[in-house]
């Protein structure tokens, strides 16, 4: 179920503009838990303890899910937009002009 919905925000946020970002979260999270899942194997651990792990990824999976919501209601553009204002520094400058 939760992977369903990690899905659908990602459609979400690549239709919102985030495009490639969108995915840095889904992969991120399925990397993180092969790895776990890897290292707990390769220790010796039986499969009840791995079966533990899910204390471990389940949170995992939240945070990716919230993170995707995030990206969700957020426009890509809009924060481009808002950074780029600050860099720019848009006062009106004190220019003196010249009439002829």
């Known amino acids: 179920m ?3 919905i990690e899905i ?3 459609i979400v946020t690549w239709r919102k503009g985030w ?3 969108a ?3 889904g ?3 399925l990397f993180l838990g092969f790895i776990i899942g ?3 194997a390769s220790m010796g651990y039986s499969e009840i303890q791995i079966r533990q792990l899910k204390l471990i990824l ?3 999976d939240f945070v990716c899910i919230g993170v995707l919501g995030w990206m969700a209601t957020k426009s890509r553009n809009r924060v481009i937009n808002v950074v780029h204002k600050d860099e720019l520094n848009l006062e009106s400058p004190n220019v ?3 009439t002829i």
Do not use: D, E, N, V
């Open 27 to 29: 992969i991120s999270a």
């Open 2 to 4: 939760l992977l369903i």
């Open 23 to 25: 995915l840095i979260p």
């Open 58 to 60: 389940i949170p995992l």
């Open 8 to 10: 659908i925000l990602t």
């Open 38 to 40: 890897t290292i707990a």
């Open 19 to 21: 495009r490639g970002y």
């Open 96 to 98: 003196a002009t010249k």
